[in-house]
Each structure stands twice: as structure tokens, then as C-alpha cells.
């Protein structure tokens, strides 16, 4: 399994960004993809996360209403639109994905077996 991330930039804050994760190498069906950040001196947290079959949808309580998850199955590709970005929202961000979560794993990482390489968003002031 491969995830590519992309689409991170330096945007000011206001701002909208919308960051890919495109999947390779499984069929990603029973599959939920995820979004996690880091920021420097900080650990890694859980942002946004969707499962490939039947879409629901899961998200961290500061971006609830400012960003939103969503797939291309033709593609096998997993977006995160963020809206109305802050400067406290400047990290790398990291797609993942794994089979079988339940809803009560989807929020911690180290349930999560495969990582994209991250791609970094900066939001200025």
C-alpha cells in the first residue's frame, strides 16, 4: 500500500487549502483513511478521518465546520478541504489509512498501519 499526499502551500489565515491523498497497492474498500498533523514540539494528532465504504465521516473538534472529508473511489483519492485556516493550523499534515477500525480507533494513530509522507501547510498571519 502507497499513500501520496500532496496539495499543502503557505496560504494566509482566512484561507482555504485542499490536500490529496492518493492510494495505491489494496483495494480499499473496508478501508478508513485518515488525516493527522504535526506541528513542531508537538505530537501527532488526529484531524479528519472517512471510510471508504458507505463515507461517514469523523473529525477533531477544531475543525468541525471549517473542513471537510471526502473520496474519489475512480480516483483512490482522499481530500481534506480546509476552510477558514488559522495560523494554529500551520503543520505537516499526514494521511493514513488501515482496515477494519472501528469507530472508537479512528482518532489514534497507532491503529493506523500505512503513512504518506506528509506534505506541509502553512497558514500565515
Known amino acids: 500500500v502507497q499513500l501520496q499526499a500532496s496539495g499543502g502551500g503557505l496560504v494566509q489565515a482566512g484561507g482555504s487549502l485542499r490536500i490529496s491523498c492518493a492510494a495505491s497497492?489494496?483495494?480499499?474498500?473496508?478501508?478508513?483513511m485518515g488525516w493527522f498533523r504535526q506541528a513542531p514540539g508537538k505530537e501527532r494528532e488526529f484531524v479528519a478521518a472517512i471510510r471508504w465504504s458507505g463515507g461517514g465521516t469523523f473529525y477533531a473538534d477544531f475543525v468541525k465546520g471549517r473542513s471537510t472529508i471526502s473520496r474519489d473511489n475512480a480516483k483512490n483519492t482522499v481530500y481534506l478541504q480546509m476552510n477558514s485556516l488559522k495560523p494554529e493550523d500551520t503543520a505537516v499534515y499526514y494521511c493514513?489509512?488501515?482496515?477494519?477500525?472501528?469507530?472508537?480507533?479512528?482518532?489514534?494513530?497507532?491503529?493506523?498501519?500505512?503513512w504518506g509522507q506528509g506534505t506541509q501547510v502553512t497558514v500565515s498571519s
Open positions: 497497492g489494496a483495494s480499499f474498500r473496508n478501508y478508513v
Open positions: 493514513a489509512g488501515s482496515s477494519g477500525l472501528i469507530a472508537s480507533t479512528v482518532r489514534d494513530p497507532r491503529h493506523y498501519v500505512y
